[in-house]
């Protein structure tokens, strides 16, 4: 669910809102959560998805279909940063076991956030 709260975040509220609950929301939980040693990372890779997601979004405002675009780029940022990361630290064979688990995620984010998002937008009046 972390990566749909980032997209409900970013697509409707913002890069700036998107990028800090993304990177610190989700460093935190990887600190909280026993996974520390990935937090740096976390920070990083999913702070640019939130930031990048919502930059684009911020240019769907009057088109709403552009969210789809918004959170493509965004959620694929994260598999691919993930992906990366995981082949430096682990080697290809294990990044590519992961990836499955890093799309399903970007799914959810999808298919939760930008509903959620366009809901948060017209009960909040964001603009």
């Given at each position: 669910m972390g990566d749909a709260l980032i997209m409900v975040a970013a697509l409707?509220?913002?890069p700036v809102v998107g990028g800090f609950a993304g990177g610190v929301g989700s460093a935190?939980?990887?600190v909280l959560g026993g996974w520390a040693h990935w937090a740096p990372f976390?920070?990083?890779?999913k702070g640019v998805e939130g930031l990048l997601a919502g930059l684009l979004a911020k240019k769907a405002s009057s088109k709403p279909y552009l969210?789809?675009?918004a959170w493509v780029v965004g959620c694929g940022e994260?598999?691919?940063g993930y992906f990366i990361v995981e082949t430096a630290l682990y080697g290809?064979?294990?990044?590519?076991?992961e990836l499955p688990g890093n799309l399903f995620q970007m799914a959810i984010g999808g298919i939760v956030g930008i509903p959620v998002?366009?809901?948060v937008k017209r009960v909040v009046k964001v603009e």
């Amino acid at each position: 669910m972390g990566d749909a709260l980032i997209m409900v975040a970013a697509l409707s509220l913002g890069p700036v809102v998107g990028g800090f609950a993304g990177g610190v929301g989700s460093a935190l939980a990887d600190v909280l959560g026993g996974w520390a040693h990935w937090a740096p990372f976390t920070l990083v890779i999913k702070g640019v998805e939130g930031l990048l997601a919502g930059l684009l979004a911020k240019k769907a405002s009057s088109k709403p279909y552009l969210l789809i675009p918004a959170w493509v780029v965004g959620c694929g940022e994260m598999v691919l940063g993930y992906f990366i990361v995981e082949t430096a630290l682990y080697g290809l064979g294990a990044a590519l076991v992961e990836l499955p688990g890093n799309l399903f995620q970007m799914a959810i984010g999808g298919i939760v956030g930008i509903p959620v998002s366009r809901l948060v937008k017209r009960v909040v009046k964001v603009e």
